[in-house]
């Protein structure tokens, strides 16, 4: 231990030793080892005390010793710790069926990934600040096993991002969610803007907007909203040669895929035939540079705008007319739309500057018939009363990408290696399942589902952002043998009734 040094950490007005030993790693690179001491009692002398050693003494020299310094005047009150937060996550958490499955993905390392899951959904803050957190928070109560040091980190994301790990955890997680007959998935991709010097990355054109990205795609249960299932790619694949791949990977998992809903960016022939032989439904907006797209607006823009045809959704008033069309060679619904805010704006935008253009007044006068109008193709025969909410279900992957960026962690990635950003991924897919988990549960549907018959549409009062901030505030103070939790607060209460936790005001130390 000649080169192994003593590091101190404070949390809470309280300092903490560890000690480091310095070790070169596969790639050459200088890391440090570290190694809990305990909490600092008496620095000069050398002096820490932890759970499993009581007060003791610890020099690099002479390694533990029993501290004979019965004089010591150690402060009963241990920790003063942020509480709530962590607490119910956990709590709610492990009352779901898939909490068991994820402790198991690296059993050894359980204390590890669930402190660090939490520290996303809670923090979001770079990994090298996940020991400090841990050390100001419950979690290093709950998860006394955690080894959240920067280098730690990234040695445990190449391991969560191993291959066959993560086909055990996927084998076992898709079982709870089997194929019915008309639930189905959502299926849509994003950009992973990031600098990263691997194959992954590359230059992507989307919508004129060019950047160095990867690209992630995402399956959500459509019934549910659970995320089901992820895969990267290369940046530079473009979606449309992405679908038949996430499908053939799924049925590997025993889910077989007979409902998807997705945006124009998936349609094409190579997707649609398949898709239409082998008996898969789908629900998807046609490309409007298509001949095909034109056609139909041509044949069905005139005298569009009638009682017949108006529909009410979310506050929006849309014109919708049902029609047959040919598409590769199969007769499938089509259901011209037109939404009519958006119509009289992209109007005004484009006559902004259109005059100024070489255009003639018919050729502009065909270029106004499209705007604000889209298509949505499928095999299906529901009204057109029906088909803009069932479209529309696909936002709900849209906002998973939000809270994947705003509250999991999603972007920017900070790995530089495939099997660290594999781990990172399958990091912020987790932490998706908690923060769905805990949305479900604040958003009444669960007791709405369990009332038989009822059509109840109770406004939301929470989310998951009034949760954490709530919560937060929430504090308990750490002794010997005893937490004492602070008092809560009517919000609390509140929120821990809907989520079906129970805030003690003392938890026994084991």
Known sequence: MANSFIHYTKSNNSKYGYLYTPRRDSNGNKVNDPVYIGK?????????KNKERGVFKYTIENGYESADYTEINVVEEN??????????????????????????????????????MYYKILGNNANVHAEEWWNGSYARILFPNAKLESQRISEFLARLGDEKIQREFFKRYLQFFPDEKGDGVLIDSMGLA?????????????????????RLIL?????????????????????????????????????????????????SEQNITPLLESGISFVMRMKS???????????????????????????????????????????????????????????????LTAKEEDKTDAEIDEELKGKGMFVIITPEDVTKDEILPLYYTRQEIEQYFDVGNNLA??????????????????LVFLVSIVLVTIEYLLSGESKKNSRKGSKSKAKKKYNKKDCMVNFRNL???????????KETTRKMNEIAKILGVDIPTKIILQ
């Open 409 to 426: 962690g999603l972007t920017p990635i900070r790995v530089h290696k495939e099997e660290g950003i594999r781990g990172h991924l399958m």
């Open 40 to 48: 600092v009692i008496d620095e000069a002398n050398n002096l820490y």
């Open 289 to 351: 540079n298509l001949n095909t797209y034109k056609a139909i607006l041509h044949k069905n823009a005139e005298n569009f705008e009638t009682a017949e045809n108006a529909v009410i959704f979310n506050n929006r008033l849309l014109y919708v007319k049902k029609v047959q069309t040919e598409l590769y060679g199969h007769t499938v619904n089509a259901y011209v739309c037109m939404d009519y805010d958006r119509r009289y704006k992209e109007k005004y935008e484009y006559m």
């Open 194 to 214: 990031n600098k990263i010097d691997t194959y992954l990355t590359a230059v992507n054109n989307h919508c004129g907007n060019i950047s160095n990205e990867m």
């Open 475 to 485: 504090k308990c103070k750490v002794y010997d043998e005893v937490v004492l939790v």
């Open 79 to 116: 920790l003063i710790l942020d509480f709530g937060d962590v607490f119910v996550f956990d709590e709610v958490f492990k009352k779901s069926q898939f909490y068991e499955i994820v402790k198991s993905i690296l059993p050894n390392e359980a204390d590890t990934l669930l402190a660090l």
């Open 219 to 267: 399956i959500l249960d459509r019934k549910t909203r659970m995320p089901l299932f992820f895969r990267y790619i290369q940046g530079n694949i473009v979606d449309v040669s992405t679908l038949t791949g996430t499908i053939e990977e799924l049925k590997q998992f025993g889910v077989s895929i007979c409902f998807a809903i997705m945006d124009a960016g998936y349609f």
